[in-house]
């Protein structure tokens, strides 16, 4: 029986370790890209690897970056006062287009999970407390999801944050549990923002 | 009115493609195994429960050489829709069915409710059902976990929030389990986990007293009723009392009751309108600290909860006859389709498994006459030993792998 070759599979392979490929939609992409103009694969092994030359996590708040700061923290119009934790750089998308917030990030880069062995440690809070004794943001906004990490994150932090003298609120519960800010459409997150509530 | 069924398999066990209309009413499945009678049985039950009682594995489930397998229930009647009321968005026509899908496909199952996919507490215990099994005396005499997953299971059909509720615990259960198998893991992290868990464990913790004590004023009447002599006393004293026989007098030799033992202690207080309301206590988590750290496990909490079944003040598991046992596995389930029906409105769906094989005719006499006329019920029995009536209404299948046709209609 003839099978493709061992390149071809490779590219499948590749395809495969991507999240929510499965391997026939890995196929599918391999073989359009075989058989569609060489310009088109070019373009995009050329946008992955300049988007891992260029972008790097930024410095100061761990969203993506091309500068030497992420757009929202060398944007000098907002509001420097009133931050805003989040698991993932995705959940900074998610807050920037549900709009009414105009404070900065900080990204920790997962949530607490003794089961998938991330600690503290694992997690950008280190820097986070390091970024509030340097800047002392007048209020820090959790908005973790509402599942059990994201609560055993929040509750983690809640006290950690308020000993340096800043005040902490929450997202106001309507995230629905076990999806992340993802999930949660404009409505419900604007919601969610302006009902936060102090812990 | 109750739900009738049109309930379509494909690539289901032994079936390539099958569809049943079931109306309300008795519909027995006779003839040997192999045949594919039990799986009928047990699609319906995974339509429900979301698996099986046969297997732990859902890709057994697919028929062999299939890496798909699809399940669709259209329930007719208000059955599913009255569903916690508030879950019931809108109007609901009783000539439109509630329309439950499940698709295996690869290792990963989707749902569809009406069309939609739906959110797990949504569908979960949506169609109720309620198992009969041969092995059913497993729920008396068995380990612990048998008799939580079975209250779990009932407690889930009565209130859709319970399943988020429970999953949420096992979730926090399983990563407080990790951190103490982690040894010197953050302890803050430690804390923070178990005030967690005691926060839903409370809230399991009272939830299960609460309808441990309906549970309670149902068996022992149940029990009185499957014939067992040593019950009737009790059924007797406090006649479909709530909470009869809550509190348990060793000396008391005419006791018949269900003993709910939580892991975190229970306080009963009477709220406002005489409606008894539990309080779970916050549990001593220092108590168990050393232990907790040698053995790596959460040690306290409703993943520990049991209950004892007693009759004639003894324990029926231990000193209960063959027969008491069988009859009290029985009465158990007929307590659950009762408090179903209370809370849903509708009577579930009784499924029952070759149950009749292991019962005399005054026991099988005795069951029958307290299944109720207008529930949906299937009965699977290698042969028919004169339950099917003429006369009554009931529907004989003729069942084998992807085909089922009606036998008889008495
Ligand atoms: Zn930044």
Redesign the interface.
């Known amino acids: 029986m003839a099978e493709y070759p061992p390149a071809f599979q490779e590219l499948i392979r590749a395809f495969r370790r991507l999240p929510a490929v499965g391997p026939r939609s890995a196929e599918r992409l391999a073989l359009h890209l075989l058989s569609a103009e060489p310009a088109q694969s070019q373009r995009l092994a050329e946008a992955i690897s300049r988007a891992r030359e260029v972008i790097h996590p930024c410095p100061r708040c761990g969203f993506f970056a091309e500068g030497e700061l992420c757009a929202i923290c060398a944007d000098s119009s907002r509001d420097t006062k009133v931050w805003c934790v989040v698991a993932q750089s995705s959940d900074v998308i998610s807050m920037e287009k549900a709009g009414g917030f105009s404070g900065l990030y900080h990204v920790l880069g997962g949530r607490l999970s003794p089961l998938e062995k991330i600690g503290p440690e694992q997690l950008a809070i280190a820097s986070l407390l390091r970024r509030i004794e340097e800047s002392a943001p007048a209020e820090i906004i959790l908005a973790l999801s509402a599942d059990v990490e994201g609560e055993t994150t929040s509750l983690y932090l809640a006290p950690l944050i308020k000993k340096h003298g800043v005040k902490v609120s929450r997202l106001a519960t309507g995230i629905p549990a076990g999806s992340g800010l993802e999930f949660a459409d404009r409505v419900t997150l604007g919601y969610a923002l302006t009902g936060r509530r102090e812990v | 009115m109750t739900p009738a069924l049109r309930l379509r398999l494909h690539q289901f066990r032994c079936h390539a493609e099958l569809e049943l209309h079931l109306p309300t009413g008795r519909h027995f499945f006779f003839g040997h195994n192999g045949n594919g009678k039990t799986t009928v049985l047990e699609a319906l039950y995974y339509v429900s429960r979301l698996r099986s009682f046969r297997t732990a594995l859902p890709r057994e489930l697919a028929a062999h050489g299939s890496q798909v397998f699809r399940v669709e229930a259209d329930v007719y009647g208000r059955g599913a829709a009255a569903a916690a009321g508030s879950d019931n968005d809108g109007f609901y026509d009783a000539d439109d069915p509630d329309k439950l899908c499940v698709t295996w496909e690869?290792g990963a199952r989707s749902l569809l409710l009406n069309d939609q996919p739906p959110?797990l507490a949504e569908f979960w215990g949506r169609l109720p059902t309620v198992l009969f099994e041969d092995g059913d005396r497993a729920i008396v005499t068995g380990p612990g976990a048998g008799r939580r997953a079975w209250v779990d299971g009932l407690a889930a059909q009565r209130d859709p929030s319970y399943v988020?509720l429970a999953q949420?615990y096992a979730?926090?259960l399983?990563?407080?389990n990790?951190?103490l198998?982690?040894h010197g893991?953050?302890r803050?992290?430690g804390d923070?986990?178990t005030?967690?868990l005691t926060g839903l464990g409370r809230a399991v913790t009272e939830r299960r007293a609460a309808l441990s004590r309906e549970l309670n004023a149902l068996w022992p009447s149940a029990l009185a009723k499957m014939g067992v002599p040593s019950a009737m006393a009790m059924a007797a004293r406090t006649p479909g009392a709530a909470g009869a026989g809550e509190e348990w007098d060793a000396a008391d030799t005419e006791f018949c009751g269900i003993l709910y033992e939580p892991s975190f202690c229970v306080d009963r207080t009477a709220a406002a309108g005489g409606e008894a309301c539990f309080v779970a206590r916050e549990p001593d988590w220092n108590s168990v600290a050393g232990a907790e750290h040698r053995q790596q496990v959460t040690l306290l909490g409703p993943h520990r909860d049991d209950w004892k079944l007693v009759l004639g003040g003894k324990a029926l598991a231990k000193f209960g006859s063959e027969g008491q046992q069988r009859a009290g596995a029985l009465a158990l389930r007929l307590a659950e389709a009762e408090l179903i029906r209370r809370k849903r409105d509708t009577w579930p769906v009784f499924l029952m498994d070759d149950v009749t094989p292991q019962l005399d005719d005054a026991r099988r006499a005795a069951l029958e006459a307290q299944l109720p006329a207008e529930a949906l019920i299937l009965i699977t029995s290698p042969e028919d030993r004169g339950w099917a009536r003429p006369g009554s209404g009931d529907c004989v299948w003729q069942v084998s792998p992807g085909r089922a046709e009606l036998a008889r209609w008495n």
């Open positions: 690869n959110r988020a949420r979730r926090a399983k990563q407080r990790a951190w198998k982690s893991g953050d803050a992290v923070v986990l005030a967690q």
